[in-house]
């Protein structure tokens, strides 16, 4: 197929350009292969399946993290870079946009600096108040 895709391959044979876009209108597709082969991928894992909700990043198919790649494509900055044939493909497989980013960060609780405080921290109250190792008897 990627001997078909150079640029004037075809020309002696359009009957066979015109049998590909037959099979598919996005054998050749102007927005890179390797976005269309984790397409190709995300589709046939959900031909069967209701919906997506279980391909989370690092769900792997022929070695490409199609998890992480539909979780890149369901963000708004990345929708928004997308060709209209790309959201077509994504909107057929029923791909949504995740929820909008917030505008300003959320505020997170202030936490201890290192991984020793912070495991202190999360012990149970008194836990490091006892005496700790052997016990001699009086």
Same mark, same amino acid.
């Given at each position: ?6 640029? &004037? ?8 350009k015109t ?23 995300? !589709?046939?894992?959900?031909t069967d ?13 022929? &070695? ?7 979780? !890149? ?8 870079? +997308?060709?209209?044939?790309?959201r077509e493909?994504?909107?057929?497989? !029923?791909?949504?946009?995740? /929820? ?12 201890? &600096? ?8 999360? +012990?149970? !109250? &008194? +836990? ?9 008897? /009086?």
């Open positions: 197929m990627s001997n078909l895709r150079r640029a &004037g391959a075809l020309a002696e044979h359009p009957e066979w049998a590909l876009e037959a099979v598919d209108k996005y054998w050749d597709p102007a927005w890179p292969t390797e976005w269309q082969r984790h397409y190709a991928a995300l !589709r046939e894992l959900l399946e209701e919906d997506h909700s279980d391909v989370l990043p690092g769900f792997t198919v022929h &070695g490409m993290d199609v998890g992480k790649w539909l979780m !890149r494509q369901s963000q708004h900055a990345v929708w928004a870079g +997308l060709m209209d044939g790309q493909l994504l909107e057929a497989v !029923r791909v949504v946009l995740l /929820p909008p980013e917030q505008t300003e960060p959320a505020k997170t609780p202030k936490a201890a &600096g290192s991984a020793f405080e912070q495991g202190v921290a999360a +012990l149970p !109250r &008194g +836990l490091c108040d006892r005496p700790q190792g052997p016990r001699r008897a /009086p």
